[in-house]
């Protein structure tokens, strides 16, 4: 992917004839499915503000310093991308190559870790953009953390502008719950599925840990591998629930973007219908313009049950305005407001560190800081 000021787009949805179909049974109605996983807790765990990569506009995609400033600001889950390097480590990572986001070049596939992790991953990062090429230097607010060049901000260390592993993710918010999707297809995907199983059962995290995929084949492996595991479908799986065809059986939550080139996708209808077939709901952003109080108050108001976000302290803050957070008597952790609204990305590394709250995120290390 070329390095420009366009962000990354989570879900690249394999074919256009596959959302036009979905596109016209949204409009023309949805067949109820059956099969969703009864007394589904997850309809009751809402509104939640869950971190894409962190918060890919607010600080660099999916760098530890990013998750543990969305869970700092109170974003109930931390979302992320896994792949495997040359030498089968699974990394947290959103692209097949390096290109857009650090000093480097090249396939995560064709690299060690040990050659990742000497990456510098907030390269190219400026505020509300997940990736720039030709921005002037200014705006480069944390190129050079990574290598020493610059001081990280208060609390934090150079290799947490580093690409992180899944195990660090795992290790470093050990409450959380985690949002993530594997990458590829095919055998590079099940390699990926079955060092993400690993690690989901020696953390012990089947109950918090949600793993999606665009690829179906993908998500079926990992249900038969892991049945206990909390999934959403992916392409193949919404389209024959949409068609009247296979229901979404076990699965408990239903992620789908907003729109597809401009088309809407998600509707009130269509949280209705998957409410009421015991499937929460979770959209995620796949257009910039959507990142705005405006856009999230919509989707609070059609009642979904996740807001998927590149800007998790602008969504802490509407979710919080509107007197939805998320706040059960009994849950994986305690929650309190935030201390930060976050309204706006950083404008110097200084000003990022927000002050740790207790969060579903927890924002507190419990192990000591990875050395790599």
């Known amino acids: 992917m070329a390095a420009s000021g366009r962000r990354i787009v989570r879900r690249r949805v394999p074919g256009l004839s596959v959302l036009l179909t979905l596109v016209v049974l949204l409009v023309t109605g949805l ?14 765990r809402r509104v939640l503000v869950i971190a894409h990569a ?28 896994v792949r495997l390097t040359k030498d089968g480590v699974l990394v947290v990572h959103h692209d097949a190559d390096v290109d857009a986001t650090t000093d480097g070049t090249g396939l995560v ?40 060049a610059k001081p990280p ?14 195990r660090q993710l795992f290790e470093q918010f050990p409450d959380a719950w985690i949002d ?3 990458k590829e ?15 989901i059962e020696e953390f012990d995290a089947a109950d918090r840990t949600i793993v999606v995929s665009f690829d179906q084949p993908t998500v079926d492996y990992v249900r038969q591998q892991l049945p206990e595991a909390i999934t959403s479908p992916g392409v193949a799986g919404l389209t024959d629930w949409f068609l009247g065809g296979a229901p979404l059986t076990g699965h408990a939550i239903l992620q789908v973007p907003p729109s597809f080139s401009g088309i809407p996708v998600v509707s009130p209808e269509l949280v209705q219908r998957a409410h009421a077939e015991g499937l929460a709901v979770w959209v995620w952003m796949n257009e910039g313009e ?3 109080a405006e856009y999230y108050q919509q989707l609070l108001d059609w009642g979904v049950d996740g807001l998927l976000v590149a800007r998790p302290g602008l969504a802490r803050q509407v979710v919080d ?11 994986p952790t305690t929650t309190a407001t935030s201390t930060t609204t976050a309204t706006a990305a950083p404008t110097t590394a200084t000003t990022a560190t927000t002050a740790a709250t207790t969060t579903p995120a927890a924002a507190a290390r419990t192990t000591p800081r990875y050395a790599g």
């Open 109 to 148: 596939a064709d690299k060690t870790y040990a050659e990742l992790f000497a990456l510098d991953h907030g390269y190219k990062f400026t505020p509300y953009r997940w990736s720039c090429g030709d921005c002037p230097e200014a705006d480069y607010i944390y190129r050079g953390v990574r290598t020493g």
């Open 153 to 166: 901000p208060a609390g934090h260390t150079p290799e947490d502008f580093t690409i992180p592993t899944a």
């Open 290 to 292: 959507q990142e705005s």
């Open 180 to 182: 993530l999707e594997i």
């Open 31 to 44: 067949p109820h499915g059956a099969g969703a996983t009864p007394d589904n807790p997850w309809l009751q």
């Open 54 to 81: 962190g918060g890919e506009n607010e600080a660099p995609h999916e760098t530890m310093f990013a998750y543990e400033r969305a869970a700092a600001l109170g974003a109930e889950v931390l979302e992320g991308d």
């Open 185 to 199: 297809s095919g055998e590079a995907a099940r390699r990926a599925a079955d060092a993400l199983i690993a690690l």
């Open 321 to 331: 305005d509107a007197g939805l957070r998320y706040s059960p008597a009994t849950s």
